[in-house]
C-alpha cells in the first residue's frame, strides 16, 4: 500500500554531514506521518526523527536527545520525499538507516510500533 525507499546512505567522516532521502509511493503523502530510525550491529532499532502534522495539520518536528542539535529532518510534500539531514557525524552514528511511515493522527512518534510502513534501510557508516 505505501512504498518506501531511502537513499542517500554512504560512508562519511567524522564531522562530516549526509543527507538521507526517503521517497514514498502508493499513499498520498500528506496523508503520513514520516520517522526515522536507525540500527546498529546487536542493538534495538532507534528512533531519531520524526515529520507530523498531529491533528491540527501543523508542521512539526520531533528529534531523540542524542541528535537535537545535529540531525534535522524536512519534507517535500510536492516530491513526496523526506529527508534526515545529518550533520557532526561520530562514529556512534554508524547504524542502518530506516525510513517509516504512519497515517496522520498515529501516536506516539518515537515508538517503532507506530509505523506501519517500512523501507529497507541505508547503511550509514562514520569513520574516525
Known amino acids: 500500500q505505501v512504498q518506501l525507499v531511502e537513499s542517500g546512505g554512504g560512508l562519511a567522516q567524522a564531522g562530516g554531514s549526509l543527507r538521507l532521502s526517503c521517497a514514498a509511493s502508493?499513499?498520498?503523502?500528506?496523508?503520513?506521518?514520516m520517522g526515522w530510525f536507525r540500527q546498529a550491529p546487536g542493538k534495538e532499532r532507534e528512533f531519531q526523527a520524526a515529520?507530523?502534522?498531529?491533528?491540527?495539520?501543523?508542521?512539526?518536528?520531533y528529534y531523540a536527545d542524542s541528535v537535537k542539535g545535529r540531525f534535522t529532518i524536512s519534507r517535500d510534500n510536492a516530491k513526496n520525499t523526506v529527508y534526515l539531514h545529518m550533520n557532526s557525524l561520530k562514529p556512534e552514528d554508524t547504524a542502518v538507516y530506516y525510513c517509516?511511515?504512519?497515517?496522520?493522527?498515529?501516536?506516539?512518534?518515537?515508538?517503532?510500533?507506530?509505523?506501519?510502513?517500512w523501507g529497507q534501510g541505508t547503511q550509514v557508516t562514520v569513520s574516525s
Open positions: 515529520s507530523s502534522w498531529s491533528g491540527t495539520n501543523a508542521y512539526y518536528a
Open positions: 502508493g499513499r498520498a503523502f500528506s496523508n503520513l506521518n
Open positions: 517509516a511511515a504512519a497515517m496522520v493522527g498515529s501516536r506516539p512518534y518515537y515508538r517503532v510500533d507506530t509505523y506501519e510502513y
